[in-house]
C-alpha cells in the first residue's frame, strides 16, 4: 500500500508508520492540555479533519482537487518534528521551532517517497507555516496578516484548511467554543489577505531544477518553499540563490 492510499480515509495507521517511520516517535508523546490526544492521534485527526473541511466548505476555501495529495499529505507531516523538540518549562509542554524543523524533515520524507515538486513545495510550506494564522494579528508576530499571504503565495487556501483542522483536532480540557470562533475568524480574515494580493502564481518548477541539476523534484519544491520564505521576510535579493545555497 502506498503513502497516499494509507491516507484513506480513513488513515491506515500501521501502513502510515511503515511508509513514514520519522512519525514513530509520535505515539504516546504526550502535549498541552489544549490536545485530547498524543501527537501521532492529533496527526490522523488533522487529516481526517481536512478531509471532513474539504467536504463541508464550512470556510469557503478553495483547494483545487490537483491539491488534495499535497494537503493532505501536509497535513499528515506538519508536526513530524514535535518528538525531537519537546520540552517542559515550569510542567508547561513545548514544542519549540516544530514548524521550522518539520519543514527540513519534510524534505527528507518527501525526497524518500519521490514525491512531486509542487506537493513537496505545498508540504513544507504548510508545515513551516502551520501555526501562523493563530497568531497573525498578535503586535509581536513575525507574520502579520500580509506577509503571512506572501510566505504562503499559491497556497493560501491550502494552509486556512489545514490550519482550521488543526484547530478542531485539539479538543483538550483548557480548550474553549470561544477560541475554536476566534480562529475560524482569523482563518477568514487571512483567506481575505491571501485574494487580496493574488493572483499568486505556482512557481516554474522546471526553471528552477535547471539550476539544480540532478536533484530530485522533492528538492526542487523545497526549494521553492524557501526562496518564497526568504522573499516574504525580505531576506535577501536573491531568495532562489539562497535558497539554493542552504540546501
Not at 172 to 185: S, V
Amino acid at each position: 500500500m502506498g503513502l497516499l492510499e494509507a491516507l484513506g480515509p480513513p488513515p491506515d495507521a500501521a501502513a502510515i508508520l511503515e511508509r513514514v517511520p520519522e512519525l514513530g516517535p509520535s505515539r504516546g508523546l504526550g502535549q498541552s492540555p489544549y490536545h485530547h490526544l498524543d501527537t501521532f492521534g492529533h496527526t490522523l485527526e488533522v487529516v481526517r479533519r481536512v478531509d471532513e473541511e474539504l467536504r463541508l466548505g464550512s470556510l469557503g476555501a478553495r483547494v483545487e482537487a490537483g491539491r488534495v495529495e499535497g494537503l493532505r499529505l501536509a497535513a499528515l507531516l506538519h508536526d513530524v518534528a514535535k518528538p525531537v523538540t519537546r520540552g517542559e518549562v515550569e510542567g508547561r509542554v513545548i514544542f519549540v521551532a516544530h514548524d521550522s524543523l518539520g519543514a527540513l524533515l519534510v524534505r527528507r520524507v518527501c525526497r524518500r517517497l519521490g514525491v512531486a515538486a509542487l506537493h513537496t513545495d505545498m508540504a513544507v510550506t504548510l508545515t513551516a507555516l502551520h501555526l501562523k494564522i493563530g497568531f497573525m494579528e498578535h503586535p509581536g508576530s513575525d507574520y502579520p496578516p500580509e506577509r503571512l499571504a506572501l510566505a504562503a503565495g499559491p497556497f493560501g487556501e491550502e494552509l486556512a484548511v489545514l490550519s482550521w483542522a488543526d484547530r478542531l483536532a485539539a479538543q483538550g480540557p483548557r480548550l474553549k467554543d470561544e477560541h475554536i470562533e476566534r480562529h475560524r475568524r482569523l482563518c477568514g480574515r487571512f483567506l481575505e489577505e491571501s485574494r487580496g494580493r493574488g493572483p499568486h502564481p505556482v512557481p516554474e518548477y522546471r526553471d528552477l531544477a535547471r539550476r539544480l541539476p540532478g536533484a530530485p523534484e522533492a528538492d526542487v519544491g523545497y526549494v521553492a518553499a524557501w526562496a518564497r520564505l526568504i522573499a516574504a521576510r525580505g531576506g535577501s535579493r536573491d531568495p532562489v540563490g539562497l535558497a539554493v545555497r542552504l540546501l
